[in-house]
């Protein structure tokens, strides 16, 4: 049954662009892929370790500039008289170097901010995303500023046999981004099915527990933070050559609030919510958008947000999964003990 | 010499504004253990009603103020009443991702209702500033630091010397035997939200004046909030205020010697700062819940 229903979903996205031929709604339907990747990577931390990221945009914006400008090439002075140049490398190998800064950084943020928890670990993140927004900002030399950075290449992939091919079009650019999105869930989901995956979630069931079983509440925490960091990297790279300009608007806090959207209403700590909730929300405004003024969507948006926390605490795909009686697959909801205490903690 | 005076002057003027701030979210905070993000669209709600009572009514600015703060208390109340209310007893995270569909949701009206044109309000104080040797600062200025040392006053007293702070205290340190004791705790949670909330509206109106005035304002409030509060502890009235004037500090030698353009990252840094190195806050004391 799931696997049917898996096939069926993945065999369809992958038939749209045969039968949809707006570009419009093919556009939309690549940034919302984009976001719905960044969105998986949030769920990883948010869903499974329980830990509430607001600075994610950041690794996705970092990984978005590493890529953009190593593609691009850079000449910045340092410190010290120190001239740093770079001749432009192809766009794979920006991608390859966003995973990893990305990746780094949030080894780093990880490390620091897992010293403190709660709601002091969502202002970190907050802060943190903002500092590097901050930066894009006034670092003009490097990042042109509010200039953004102009005329990204698109990624080219070398095809052995064929030659060079240059993803321009929007059907090439929606296949890559559909074939990343299913390596990131494959990762995803082969990880939380590890013994490293039990680790996470035990850790957010129950962290006493967890550590007297004798789980390393640090490392497990920070390792779960650097893949998270990596796949929003890898998001942001693809963002960056597809959109081919990325100004520091795309570290906005209101980015990072879309992908929380996307994981919350979708359900936290299910694999295919993000996705869900994702495709929701990134086709919304497209919806709303004949219908309503700009302004009113966005209060569309943070009324819709209330409504799902109130009504749909748990997100669409748990409490769909639940009502046709599949709770016990541990796969798509989340494990006993927490659905336990989630109806323990819910007023009546 | 005289350009370090200067910053100081300048850190006094807007450290009791940033005080205002601070105060009201770390109540809210403290209290409730709510992480408000909708403080920073009082703040900006409080610098439009300043520019509807002064600029569209054509009232007198010495007026705004105190209608400002109703205002901002009454919207903080229906935001508890509706919002918070009913969903008492969840967790941190859903409180908080309520509030920040609520922060979404009321900027965007802002900006539907006034437009994304900033907006000044003229004010019954002389043009020329007030030169004191070396240094000189505007009399609005003055005004305002002398407005929100009176506001910070009052809350003091509230808190201090009042039934209700009592009540108020005693929940923050144990709501259960609090409410064993007779206080009905929440209506402590309603007024302890429309009093951070009026706090917050009240700094707007004061300094909505002195910059001007658009629906995006208050992110940046609300971050320099979350920064005083960080740095004075949870709950802790006086580490706000504290905190609100090293904040000013920070901004007034970063803008000053490093670069006008990380003025705001200031707030950011000294967070990160604090919580890797120092995360019970500069002041703590040993009875902080959270």
């Known amino acids: 049954m799931r696997t049917a229903i898996t096939i069926f979903a993945v065999a369809t996205l992958a038939s749209v662009p045969l039968w949809l031929r707006d570009p419009y709604l093919l556009n939309a339907l690549i940034t919302t892929g984009i976001f ?67 990746g780094l950084c949030g080894y780093f943020v990880g490390l620091l901010s897992f010293r403190v928890r709660g709601a002091y670990f969502v202002i970190v993140t907050i802060s943190f995303a903002e500092v590097v927004r901050l930066v894009a900002l006034n670092w003009v030399e490097l990042t042109q500023g509010p200039l953004a950075l102009t005329n990204i290449p698109s990624i080219a992939l070398a095809l052995p ?4 091919l240059t993803l321009r079009t929007k059907m090439q650019n929606y296949y ?46 920070t390792i779960a933070a650097v893949i998270s960091a990596a796949i929003a990297g890898a998001a942001g790279s693809l963002y960056a050559h597809y959109i081919r300009i990325i100004d520091p608007e795309v570290f906005a806090f209101i980015n990072t609030v879309t992908m929380v959207i996307m994981v919350i209403s979708g359900g936290k700590g299910s694999l295919a919510g993000p996705v869900v909730g994702g495709l929701i929300f990134g086709l919304l405004p497209v919806a709303l958008r004949p219908v309503m003024a700009p302004e009113a969507q966005w209060i569309a948006y943070g009324g819709v947000l209330i409504a799902i926390l109130f009504v749909l605490p748990r997100g669409i795909v748990p409490s769909l999964a639940q009502r046709f009686g599949r709770r016990r697959s541990g796969v798509t909801t989340l494990a006993p003990v927490a659905l336990a205490e989630t109806a323990a903690k819910e007023p009546a | 010499m005289s350009e370090f005076l200067q910053h100081l002057i300048n850190m006094l003027v807007l450290g009791g504004t940033y005080a205002l701030l601070g105060i009201g979210l770390t109540l809210i905070f403290g209290i409730m253990n709510v992480v408000n993000f909708t403080h920073g669209v009082l703040y900006t709600f409080g610098a439009y009603i300043m520019f509807i009572v002064v600029q569209q009514l054509g009232l007198n600015f010495f007026l705004a103020l105190p209608v400002a703060v109703l205002a901002g208390w009454l919207l903080g109340a229906a935001i508890e009443l509706t919002l918070l209310r009913p969903l008492r007893g969840s967790d941190i995270d859903t409180t908080m991702l309520v509030m920040i569909g609520a922060w979404i949701a009321m900027q965007s009206g802002a900006l539907w209702i ?14 020329a500033p007030l030169v004191l040797g070396p240094v000189s ?16 006053l009052v809350t003091y007293l509230l808190i201090n010397k009042t039934s209700l ?3 108020m205290r005693a929940t923050f340190q144990d709501h259960d035997t609090a409410s064993l004791m007779g206080v009905n705790v929440d209506m402590i949670y309603t007024s302890t939200f429309a009093i951070g909330s009026s706090l917050a509206a009240a700094a707007g109106a004061l300094l909505g004046p002195v910059y001007v005035i658009f629906p995006q304002m208050g992110d940046l409030a609300a971050v320099k909030a979350f920064a005083i509060v960080i740095l004075g502890g949870l709950g802790n009235i006086t580490g706000a205020v504290i905190g ?14 490093v670069s006008s353009g990380y003025r705001d990252a200031m707030g950011f840094l000294i967070i990160i700062a604090v919580l890797i190195f120092r995360p019970t806050g500069l002041f703590a004391r040993a009875e902080r819940v959270g």
Do not use: C
Not at chain 1, 196 to 211: I, P
Not at chain 2, 140 to 148: K, P
């Open chain 2, 114 to 127: 006034w437009g994304g044109v900033a907006k000044s309000v003229t004010t019954p104080f002389p043009e």
């Open chain 1, 161 to 164: 046999g064929f030659g060079e």
């Open chain 2, 244 to 257: 609100g004037f090293i904040l000013a500090l920070a901004e007034e030698l970063g803008a000053g010697y």
């Open chain 1, 36 to 102: 719905v990747i960044g969105a998986m990577s949030l769920n990883l931390l948010l869903g499974f370790t329980g830990q509430l990221s607001l600075g994610h945009i950041a690794f996705f914006g970092i990984g978005a500039y590493v890529s953009a400008l190593t593609s691009l090439g850079f000449d910045v002075g340092l410190p010290g008289d120190i001239r740093l140049v770079h001749a432009p490398w192809p766009p794979i190998a920006g991608f390859a170097l966003a995973i990893l800064i990305a």
């Open chain 2, 165 to 167: 702070g009592r009540a």
């Open chain 2, 137 to 152: 600062v505007s009399w609005l200025r003055l005004f305002v630091l002398a407005a929100a040392a009176l506001l910070i």
């Open chain 1, 176 to 221: 890559l981004v559909l074939v990343v999105a299913l390596v990131a869930y494959l990762l995803i989901a082969r990880l939380v099915h590890s013994h490293f995956g039990r680790a996470m979630r035990g850790l957010m069931e129950n962290e006493t527990l967890a550590v007297s079983v004798g789980i390393d509440v640090t490392r497990t925490l």
